[in-house]
């Protein structure tokens, strides 16, 4: 049984209940593909999150879709909004969407059917935006209150997994992990089993997860700067990036790693390097410094923090650099990849939402309606 049947009658009368006429030709039983980001694709519909509504903490919506919820079809045809609320995150399993929203000054999880009907507030939540956790992973989910750990499982049940103050919640097929929050300083990482109550100790020292996927974890040693490769399955770990670097990059189709770091002193001084996996000679593929990387068919995206935050590609060769993109581009985990898609927001265009086909280069806004006039 999923959460949202569970907790169907949960919402107040007076709340908003979603559409009032359903969305047609949803797809629930077609595969999702890139859950979790700003954008994913089930069957034929992208759905996507509408821009971000940069005036939240002002106590405002400065265009009545900014951040809302939409659908269209792959070619960007037949756009509809599926939930008119400030989204933050969402995910899809089958014909449920759960959702991170920020309302009236907080953040919320919140669920909605695919035609964006039957949607339900579940549970207030600490503010996504201030250094409140959310994450989302087969039927899981996770969130802070108080700033302390808590979980719902697919049947709805609620738990509170630790008694003190967390943050970095990271999510992968079988496991959580999070780092300790002391006082206000980073403390150990931990991990947990999706199905169970109890977390153990992974690092002994302060340290927090960059990236999670399979049984591997990469978390970051605040004491040295090393990047380690952990092994969930034996709590083994590697180092396999020694200190001097600020950006990261892990992707399993790639033979290495990618790291990126940008210093200033008298001359800034920058650069991307691809670090081999099995050891050896780092190999510089960019001279700039980029931030939100990520990968596709031999190819990096970032968004260049020394060329004004502009989205820029590299082979993994170095023999090819180019900007796609002169928009001022968020340089907080807002690449998105969808199939031959990456999905990105323009800070420098009232934060909305573009997309570049990565096949031809081609860019485009791919937002509900023109938002780019406040009021």
Same mark, same amino acid.
């Given at each position: 049984?999923?959460?949202?049947? *569970?907790?169907? #009658? /949960?919402?107040?009368?007076?709340? %908003?209940?979603? *559409?009032?006429?359903? +969305?047609?030709?949803?797809?629930?039983?077609?595969?999702?593909?890139? &859950?979790?980001? *700003?954008? /994913?694709?089930? =069957?034929?519909? !992208?759905? %996507?999150?509408? =821009?971000?509504?940069?005036?939240?903490?002002?106590?405002?919506?400065?265009?009545? %879709?900014? #951040?809302? +919820?939409?659908?269209?079809?792959?070619?960007?045809?037949?756009? @509809?909004?599926?939930?008119?609320?400030?989204?933050?995150?969402? &995910? !899809?399993?089958? @014909?449920? !969407?759960? +959702?991170?929203?920020?309302?009236?000054?907080?953040? %919320? !999880?919140?669920?909605?059917? +695919? @035609?964006?009907t039957d949607y339900v507030t579940v549970e207030k939540i600490d503010d996504i935006y201030s250094g409140g956790c959310y994450a989302f992973e087969n039927g899981y989910i996770y969130y802070t209150k108080d700033y302390k750990l808590h979980q719902i499982t697919p049947e709805g049940e609620k738990k509170q997994i630790t008694e003190f103050e967390i943050y970095n919640a990271r999510v992968c097929d079988e496991y959580l992990y999070f780092t300790r929050e002391i006082s206000g300083e980073i403390g150990s990482v931990y991990k947990m089993k999706h199905q169970d109550s109890s977390f153990v100790e992974v690092t002994k020292e302060p340290a927090y997860v960059l990236d999670c996927f399979g049984d591997v974890a990469y978390y970051y040693m605040m004491g040295t700067g090393n990047v380690y490769e952990y092994s969930a399955k034996d709590g083994k770990a590697k180092i396999v990036v020694y200190a001097g670097y600020t950006d990261y990059l892990f992707d399993e189709s790639i033979d290495g790693y990618v790291v990126s770091y940008t210093l200033e002193s008298e001359e800034e001084i920058s650069g991307t390097f691809l670090i081999p996996s099995g050891g050896g000679q780092k190999k510089q593929i960019s001279q700039h410094s980029g931030r939100c990387m990520t990968y596709y068919n031999g190819y990096v995206y970032y968004v260049n923090v020394t060329k004004l935050n502009n989205l820029y590609r590299c082979t993994l060769d170095g023999t090819v650099e180019e900007c796609i993109s002169e928009e001022f581009v968020y340089d907080y985990d807002t690449l998105d990849v969808v199939d031959n898609y990456l999905y990105f927001l323009s800070d420098s265009d009232y934060d909305r939402i573009y997309r570049v086909n990565m096949d031809t280069s081609e860019v485009e806004c791919v937002e509900f309606e023109d938002i780019s006039l406040v009021g």
């Amino acid at each position: 049984m999923s959460l949202a049947v *569970l907790l169907c #009658g /949960c919402a107040d009368k007076n709340e %908003y209940k979603g *559409l009032e006429k359903p +969305l047609a030709n949803a797809q629930p039983n077609e595969a999702v593909v890139s &859950n979790g980001g *700003l954008a /994913c694709r089930q =069957g034929d519909w !992208i759905y %996507y999150i509408n =821009g971000d509504n940069f005036t939240r903490h002002e106590g405002e919506r400065f265009h009545e %879709y900014a #951040g809302a +919820l939409c659908r269209m079809k792959v070619s960007g045809e037949e756009k @509809d909004v599926v939930v008119n609320k400030d989204v933050s995150l969402f &995910n !899809i399993v089958g @014909d449920t !969407i759960y +959702l991170c929203v920020f309302e009236k000054g907080s953040s %919320y !999880i919140a669920t909605v059917k +695919l @035609d964006g009907t039957d949607y339900v507030t579940v549970e207030k939540i600490d503010d996504i935006y201030s250094g409140g956790c959310y994450a989302f992973e087969n039927g899981y989910i996770y969130y802070t209150k108080d700033y302390k750990l808590h979980q719902i499982t697919p049947e709805g049940e609620k738990k509170q997994i630790t008694e003190f103050e967390i943050y970095n919640a990271r999510v992968c097929d079988e496991y959580l992990y999070f780092t300790r929050e002391i006082s206000g300083e980073i403390g150990s990482v931990y991990k947990m089993k999706h199905q169970d109550s109890s977390f153990v100790e992974v690092t002994k020292e302060p340290a927090y997860v960059l990236d999670c996927f399979g049984d591997v974890a990469y978390y970051y040693m605040m004491g040295t700067g090393n990047v380690y490769e952990y092994s969930a399955k034996d709590g083994k770990a590697k180092i396999v990036v020694y200190a001097g670097y600020t950006d990261y990059l892990f992707d399993e189709s790639i033979d290495g790693y990618v790291v990126s770091y940008t210093l200033e002193s008298e001359e800034e001084i920058s650069g991307t390097f691809l670090i081999p996996s099995g050891g050896g000679q780092k190999k510089q593929i960019s001279q700039h410094s980029g931030r939100c990387m990520t990968y596709y068919n031999g190819y990096v995206y970032y968004v260049n923090v020394t060329k004004l935050n502009n989205l820029y590609r590299c082979t993994l060769d170095g023999t090819v650099e180019e900007c796609i993109s002169e928009e001022f581009v968020y340089d907080y985990d807002t690449l998105d990849v969808v199939d031959n898609y990456l999905y990105f927001l323009s800070d420098s265009d009232y934060d909305r939402i573009y997309r570049v086909n990565m096949d031809t280069s081609e860019v485009e806004c791919v937002e509900f309606e023109d938002i780019s006039l406040v009021g």
